[in-house]
């Protein structure tokens, strides 16, 4: 393995040969800059690990040199060095993204003990990135995010339905991602060249949702001025995808059985049989068996429907996936407003898995994008979360560990939520990192997003893991 590379920027000559051999006794490949111009020249072909630069220089001095490597896409880690240390150029240098900051003179096993935690926290960054893009191939189905045994069977499902022309209903509360689903039924069908449309029949009125879905000949009503085609017809090779199928009426259904028995029907006003090859995913959020006993939907409908049934579980009832949504949201919303938002701070995460969402998966988006938009800083705090989301704050000392006193309970929380803002929600990779079973991660997640567990409640049992030390 390559030792790593460190670059030290200094127009003080002695200083930089002081370093450079202290460096290289340590194990490091070294280079040196005398002025920031020089190092950015430097950077572009040694591309150092780390950079150890002076505050005061000519030419360049060591913040713009900084913000400029930033600019430029280095990676580098940043440790700033001054003889003129205060309290306002140590803030301006964290917030112009230093990992440390160093007054001169050096105390030297200060600085090995700094590059080392620089580099060790690059490493980890990095490996987050590359473990993020691994997640989106094994836990990202078609933008759907989760690695819950809940969602996991629903995946299953999709992957064993998609390639069949079976009819599929889908079964949720809103917000759950019906719409989202049917998008990957289509993505992984034979049928994904072809048109995928869709159509909300709640939003329409039972006359224009006819025209919408059948089309309708000219003068055949007032205002058709013209012939116009129907989804279905638009569908045609592919996939109709008709959300909120508990609200179409009566007559409508009768239209809609029809179709699904015989694939043919009529345009509205018109005359002329038309055959089309369609593929039918519907979805609702209401209770379909119960809307039938009820008397509202009709029964040969409803089993035409229900070929293959996949039900969506609320995200109350898999908040072990709220982690990984919660990464992808700030990812995707921090690269769509340009804000250098890379993850939650101490104590966000609980208050996100105390809260029910009763708007499921729509609302957590809504949340981390008001987050984003607000955020001040790299990582979202509690306060900017709304109001109604903001839980107690964790018992912490300056430092950022539990006060002395805390419960075995607290303490293995703060680890296991520590540890998941570190991998990006990941409770595969948490897992690995605490020498745990990933089922006891997702069972601890599911209680903290309720009551302290009671004195005496069973643990969720462990699954042998080749990297958990054996329990004496």
């Known amino acids: 393995m390559a030792n790593p590379r460190i670059l030290v920027v200094d127009d003080e000559q002695n200083a930089r040969e ?5 460096l290289r006794e340590e194990g490091f490949d070294v280079a040196e800059a005398s002025d920031g111009e020089e190092a950015l020249s430097v950077m572009s072909d040694f591309g150092p690990e780390a950079v150890l630069a002076d505050v005061r220089m000519p030419k360049m001095d060591g913040l713009t040199l900084l913000r400029k490597a930033k600019e430029d896409g280095h990676d580098a880690a940043f440790v700033m060095m001054t003889a003129y240390g205060s309290i306002e150029a140590a803030v301006e240098a964290m917030r112009s993204g230093a990992e440390h900051y160093l007054v001169k003179p050096l105390d030297m096993a200060a600085v090995r003990v700094v590059v080392e935690k620089a580099l060790e926290k690059r490493r980890l960054v990095r490996d987050a990135a590359a473990l993020r893009e691994r997640l989106r191939e094994r836990h990202k ?14 995946f299953e499902v999709v992957k064993r339905a998609a390639p069949t022309k079976a009819t599929v209903l889908i079964l949720g509360e809103s917000g759950t991602g019906k719409e989202l689903i049917a998008q990957a039924l289509h993505e992984e069908s034979p049928r994904k060249d072809r048109p995928f449309i869709k159509v909300n029949c709640a939003a329409l009125s039972e006359t224009l949702l006819e025209s919408e879905l059948f089309g309708h000949e000219k003068g055949s009503f007032t205002g058709a001025v013209g012939r116009r085609e129907g989804r279905f017809e638009l569908a045609d090779g ?7 199928i508990g609200e179409i009426s009566p007559a409508l259904q009768i239209k809609l059985l029809r179709v699904l028995q015989q694939k043919e029907f009529e345009r509205v006003g018109g005359t002329q049989t038309l055959k089309v090859d369609v593929r039918l995913v519907a979805a609702t959020n209401k209770d379909l068996a119960g809307e039938v006993k009820a008397g509202h939907f009709r029964e040969d409908l409803f089993y035409r429907l229900n070929v293959v049934a996949v039900t969506l579980p609320p995200l109350r009832k898999r908040k072990g996936d709220i982690p990984a949504l919660v990464a992808h949201f700030v990812d995707k ?18 208050a ?18 008001r987050a ?3 955020a001040t800083a790299s990582e979202l705090t509690a306060d900017d979360l709304p109001a109604t989301l903001r839980g107690p704050r964790p018992r912490e000392k300056s430092s950022g560990g ?18 998941l803002e570190m991998v990006n929600g990941s409770t595969t990779r948490a897992a690995e990192i605490l020498g ?17 567990p009671r004195e005496g409640a069973p643990e969720a049992e462990e699954e042998p893991s080749a990297t958990r030390a054996p329990r004496p």
Do not use: C
């Open 18 to 22: 002081a370093l450079k051999v202290l």
């Open 141 to 154: 189905f078609q933008n759907i995010v989760g690695e819950s045994p809940e969602l996991q069977a629903v």
């Open 238 to 244: 592919g996939t109709l995808f008709l959300d909120e």
């Open 333 to 350: 919303y921090a690269s769509s407003y340009g804000k250098q938002v890379k993850g939650l701070a101490p104590g966000t995460l609980n």
């Open 352 to 369: 996100l898995l105390a809260h029910d969402w009763p708007g499921n998966v729509r609302e957590l988006e809504n949340v981390v994008e």
């Open 372 to 374: 984003v938009v607000l």
């Open 402 to 419: 539990l006060i002395p006193g805390a419960t075995m309970y607290e303490i293995e929380r703060e680890a296991i939520l520590r540890t």
């Open 436 to 452: 745990i079973s990933v089922r006891k991660i997702q069972y601890r997640l599911k209680e903290y997003g309720g009551q302290a």
